[in-house]
């Protein structure tokens, strides 16, 4: 979503449309032209590259719990006397 502000009355404006189609769009509130706001560079990136090293560390975990379902509806879906040891 884009994000815009008004430098003459201090306000924000949001936007479904691309930032490019809003430039030069006026603050409906004194009608001075809208300055895009944006963050740091590279910032998204930051963000989708901690996401991605959070699923790849989860991948294995979630790979077992599957597997271990898998194997319980195998078998009926009943608890295990083995399974009332373990706990």
Do not use: Y
Not at 48 to 75: C, I, N, T
Request: net charge negative; proline share 7%.
């Amino acid at each position: 979503m884009a994000q815009f502000k008004c430098v003459a009355c201090n306000t924000r404006q949001h936007g479904a449309a691309r930032p490019a189609d809003l430039v030069g769009d006026l603050c409906p509130g004194c009608g001075a032209s809208l300055e895009p706001v944006g963050g740091p560079p590279g910032r998204h990136q930051q963000i989708a590259d901690r996401v991605d090293v959070f699923f790849a560390r989860r991948e294995p975990g979630v790979a077992e719990a599957r597997l271990e379902a898998e194997r319980w509806l195998d078998d009926g879906g009943r608890a295990t006397a083995e399974a009332g040891v373990e706990a």
